[in-house]
Structures are given as C-alpha cells and as structure tokens.
C-alpha cells in the first residue's frame, strides 16, 4: 500500500516536473497555443525571414517588430501603396484578417523574449 | 528563439532515465507513454531536417528520429553556382550536428529501405528497425532511367545530370572547367513534374556567365522536352541583355525532346537529327524517391498521393508525405515548398497526436534565380485548400516585372543569397 502510494506520489511528481519543464524550457511558440491560426500561417515567412522572423542574412528580421509595424506593412504592400520586390506579390496572397494575426503572432514572441 | 541548455536537455535524460526504471519495475503508465510518442523522419533534405527540428521546437517531449544516408548534405538550391565557379562546395555544405546537439534529435545516417505501414516499422539497410507513431517520409527524388533509348545509370560518369548530390555535380563542374574555349555545351531539360522547374535555366545562364568570362567562343544549346518553361521571358530578355546570342533554346516541338543518348561519342539524338555536345548535361525525368516506391507509396504517375491538408499519404495511414515526392496540388516542387510542407505536418502531427484537429492554413513558395552575379529574378505564389487541392490565391504571387530596372535585379540577388542563409538555418542551425 505504501509502495503504491509511493509510485503515485513519483507519477504524480514526474508528470508535474514535465508540465513545468513544458511551460518553462519549450520553445516560446508552444506558449501561444491559442493562436494556433497567426502562428501556422507565420510559418510560410519564417522561409525566407529565418526561424521565429529571426533573420540571419539579408532578408528583413520580423522578432521584435511590432505588430502596429508589421501590419501596416503588410496591408501597404497589398494594395501597393509600399512597393518591394517580392511582399507586394506575396501580401495579396492574404485577407487583412490573416495579415492581422501574422503580424499578432510575430509580436508576440517580442514579447514573450521580453518576458525572459 | 530559446535554445535547448545542457542542463535541460540532461534533465529530459534524466526523465528517460526514470521511465526505463519504471518499465524495469513493470510499471509504464500510459499517461507518460503518451508524452514519449516517437516521430521517425526518413530523408534529411529541405523537408525532413525541417520537420524534425520543428517537431522537436514545438513539442520538445516528442522523441524525433531523423534518417538520413548523408552526413554531408550538399544543397541543390544554389549548385548552379558551383557550376558557374561563384560558390564553392563547403559553402553549399551542411550537417546534422546542431540537429542533434541544440535539439535532441536522434540522428541516424543510414538507408531506410523498407516501410511497413500496418506495423508502423521502418527498416534500416542494416538491419534496425524503427517503431514510431507518426512517420514523415520526405525521400526527394530519384532520376528516371526508362525514358531515353540508351541512356542508364552507367551513361551519368559521362554525361552527369547534376540534379541532386555533390558527386554528379561536381562531374559536371569538371566537364566545364576542362572544355576548351569554343567547345558546346548541351543542356537537356527534363518534363514536368520535377525538382526545381526554373533550375535547368538558371544553369544555363551561369554556364553562360562562365564561359563568358573564360571560355568566350563556346556556345549553349537548350533541348526542351517541354515547350515553355518558368520565367521565359524574363529569363529570354535577360539572357539576351548578359550573354548575346550564347544560348539557344530549343522547345519540344522544335525538336527539343531527346529520344536517343550515346555517351560514348557524346551525341544526343532528336527528332530533327543527332547533335555532338562537348559537355551534355541530360537532367532526366523524376518520379518520388526510391522507399516511397518501393513502399508502394506512389500512384501510377510514380508520384505519392497525400491528403493536401495533412499530407498523410492517401495509400498508408500513419505515414505523411512531404516535399517533391508529395502531390501537393499546385504547389512546385523546390526547396521552400518542401519546407513550408514540413512546418505545417509538424505542427499536424503534433496535433493528430493530441487528438486535436487539424487546422487548414495556407502556404507559400518563392523561387529565386540567378542569371548572374548580382543579377537575379523570382517567381512566387501563395496556396490555400480549394476542395480536395492546393491551389494558388486569386491575385497572389506571379514573376518580377519584366521592366524592373537593373537595381531590382541587384536587391533580388541579395534577397536570394538571404533566402539561403535564413531557409538552410531553418534546416541546420
């Protein structure tokens, strides 16, 4: 009987340190869970402006810009009232609802740094 | 992005550790077996190191296997740089060290040779088996050999393909560098679908950049097995501007498609007649790579079907299939799509694993191409699920303008070298 309670207690413990360990040590995307649609859809810029917008050559870095930044980019570029080479033809690719959670997403992991 | 410390990643051993003193004691609650769910990834290239470093980014509780025959990963994106003496081979070099050291990916350089989807089993040429609960396959592609009349395996020491490994590149980089002045240089590109569509144009302009410096009386023919290709006319007009009249293209119907090789005397033979090349480089027509057809993962085309939004395979469940063996609708088959693919199965897997759903998203794909040092144009495009497919958003994407001055052509060179740099970090670093 105590054997057992034992073992629950060191389940019970195990699974706590993983929990903790899942919040504390992961990668900060996994803290946004709730915003599993900016952050999938981050995921087709991080190509070319590297892991987490964190660019380490000469494509734009998007970490630590800010969402305001961002967005306002992005909806310019759409409607081509800011011209580049490339953002013009891929910012029509989409709706300002889209536009609005990538920008949410990549400024959030500034925060999130922030935090840190 | 926060990286995986010595002393965290000890602490995720020390877990291990204590699971297998529980299995030893008999007990394995399910609730812990659960968070050790194993993810195998079969092919270390643009989709498969991608998608096992995300995998392992997002749920860093997952246990990630990468297998991969290649400890040296040589990158087709920016090869033709090789081959026009502007990039040398350690620069388009890349390991699995950080895969394994920042991330805790088990890497294992072998051959996967066999699948078994019902026993979710992959089989190494060695003999080890893997279990897993999900499986990405992402295993490129291979060249066809059954397409042009005396043309085989045995034929590519002398007349290279170029198209996928360092050793058959650097064949045909040594061709090059030994042709003499005036000599001509035969490229044959392949029909769709295949690895890179815009590739086989972007080698001629940098072999025609080559020779222009060095070797300024030699000459490029083009047979086409197709009778267009991407970013013609930007590729035309640049072609004309840079190289004069040193490449000639010639489109199927102008007897472009090549029936018949003879590597021995260096001919290629067309319906129009036959023609001596001193270098030929025939990039052959591709189909998926080897264990996706020899696990009977492919369709008639020798393609494998995937559903297109969780790009589990429509023939085996358990098994996603990313990058140029995967029918990805309109989707090209290059290195950033591959990429792209990898992210979202990651992120799929880690959901079907927590029996969430899967949430549609869209993607995206951009291709640079070098027709010079510091003169480069692109072509992209963003997809969404219309139906059962991938297609490209109304409005979205397209190719550089035409008219775009010199000064464009210069930032999209840098933005390309950029593009390497952060997409090849997404994979390694």
Not at chain 2, 334 to 357: D, H, M, V, Y
């Amino acid at each position: 009987m105590t054997l057992k309670i034992n073992l629950i207690n060191i389940i019970f413990r195990l699974f706590l340190t993983m929990i903790i360990s899942s919040v504390f040590s992961s990668f900060s995307i996994s803290v946004l869970a709730d915003d599993q649609k900016g952050k999938l859809l981050a995921l087709s810029c991080t190509s070319c402006h590297g892991t987490n917008g964190l660019s380490p050559g000469a494509m734009p870095t998007l970490f630590g810009k800010t969402m305001e930044y961002i967005e306002q980019s992005m909806n310019n570029y759409k409607v081509d009232k800011l011209s580049a080479t490339m953002m013009n033809r891929i910012a029509k690719g989409y709706t300002a609802e889209e536009i609005h959670l990538i920008s949410k997403y990549f400024a959030s992991l500034r925060m999130e740094k922030k935090m840190k | 992005m926060k990286k995986i410390s010595r002393r965290e990643f000890n602490r995720s051993i020390g877990t291990f550790g204590t699971f297998t003193t529980l299995k030893t004691i008999g007990i394995f609650p399910s609730i812990l077996l659960a968070a050790q769910r194993h993810v195998v990834v079969v092919g270390g290239g643009f989709g498969g190191a991608t998608a096992a470093k995300y995998l392992r980014m997002m749920d860093p509780h997952l246990r990630v296997t990468l297998v991969e025959p290649i400890r040296n990963y040589f990158t087709c994106p920016f090869s033709n740089l090789l081959l026009g003496s502007l990039k040398t081979m350690e620069e388009l070099t890349h390991n699995y060290d950080k895969l394994q050291q920042k991330y805790g990916i088990r890497v294992i350089h072998a051959s996967a040779v066999k699948i078994d989807g019902a026993s979710k089993k992959v089989t190494l040429h060695d003999g080890v088996e893997l279990t897993y609960d999900r499986l990405i396959l992402s295993p490129g592609v291979d060249m066809r050999y059954d397409q042009i009349e005396n043309y085989g395996t045995d034929d590519i020491r002398d007349i290279p393909h170029a198209w996928k490994g360092a050793k058959s590149t650097l064949i045909l980089h040594k061709q090059l560098e030994a042709m003499s002045d005036g000599g001509k240089v035969i490229i044959c590109p392949p029909p769709l679908p295949y690895r890179c569509p815009p590739g086989p144009y972007e080698r001629a302009s940098l072999i025609a950049h080559y020779l222009k410096r060095f070797k300024p009386r030699s000459k490029i023919l083009i047979f086409d097995a197709k009778e267009q290709f991407p970013k013609q006319a930007l590729f035309s007009s640049g072609w004309e501007k840079l190289y004069g009249h040193t490449i000639e293209w010639f489109n199927r119907s102008a007897g472009g498609l090549i029936l018949k090789v003879d590597s021995k005397n260096m001919l290629v033979e067309t319906e129009f007649g036959k023609e001596k090349g001193d270098v030929i480089n025939i990039i052959p027509a591709q189909w998926a790579g080897k264990i996706a057809r020899d696990s009977r993962l492919v369709d008639k085309s020798g393609w494998c079907p995937v559903d297109q939004l969780t790009f589990e395979s429509k023939i085996q469940k358990g098994i996603h299939i990313i990058g140029d063996s995967a029918i990805a609708g309109s989707m090209p088959k290059s290195g950033f799509s591959a990429n792209n693919q990898a992210k979202i199965t990651a992120a799929n897997i880690i959901a079907l694993l927590n029996e969430k759903e899967v949430t549609p998203t869209s993607m995206a794909n951009t291709c640079y191409s070098f027709l010079a040092p510091g003169y480069a144009i692109s072509v992209s495009a963003v997809y969404q699920l219309s139906g059962n497919e991938l297609v490209s958003v109304k409005g979205s994407g397209g190719v550089s303008s035409l008219k775009a001055e010199l000064s464009v052509r210069r930032a999209e060179a840098l933005y390309a070298q950029g593009w390497y740099e952060s997409i090849t970090n997404e994979m390694f670093g």
